[in-house]
């Protein structure tokens, strides 16, 4: 047994467990008396038991349907016109790369060490910024847009410079050689393959005559 000093010690040392935040979700802004998206323009549903309502509802719906209507939501905020269908904002990958970025960064506030979701994180953050380059670079209104209705800020990626040395340009030439010889090879191949099938065919003919 050890002395009421010792335990009281041993009983400050003992490591606080904190509580983490509840981070707040992108979907919590859907009402949960909202009908899913397959129902929600259903004239029978006027109509309907309050019990099926609820059954249909989001109350009772899967996270996948909820995506789908927050889709939705956001392709109705960057559409041009009401029966815009095809446009770049609409068709295009900038909506749901939104919602999955999101998604990844609500995962990491409650898992930090997940590596691979971070990887999946920092490539739909990629993909996302080449999207809005080129929507930047063809249609600048269209990309204002789309970045004001979104809450997406973009940033220029910083100019590339590498410092040419001996080194590098030593490299460069031998990569160069490498590549040079493998399409010579590919060529050779593709030739061989080439002289084979009209071999065949010429073969095939003979006998069919």
Known sequence: ACSPALQAARGYARPVTRKRKETPSQLDDLPPTMLKKEYANLPIMDSVDDVVKRLLSLEMASQREKMKIKTQQLVEKVRRSPNDNGSFEVQGKLKTGRILIRMFEEHLQKHPKDKKNRRQMLLAVDRRRKLLAYLRRVRWDAFENTCQQLGIQYSLPPPYTRRITKRWLAKKAFCIKV????????????????????ARARAAREQQE
Request: aromatic letters at 10%.
């Open 179 to 198: 590549f040079q010889e493998t399409q010579k090879l590919k060529a050779a191949e593709k030739l061989k393959q080439r002289k084979e099938w009209k």
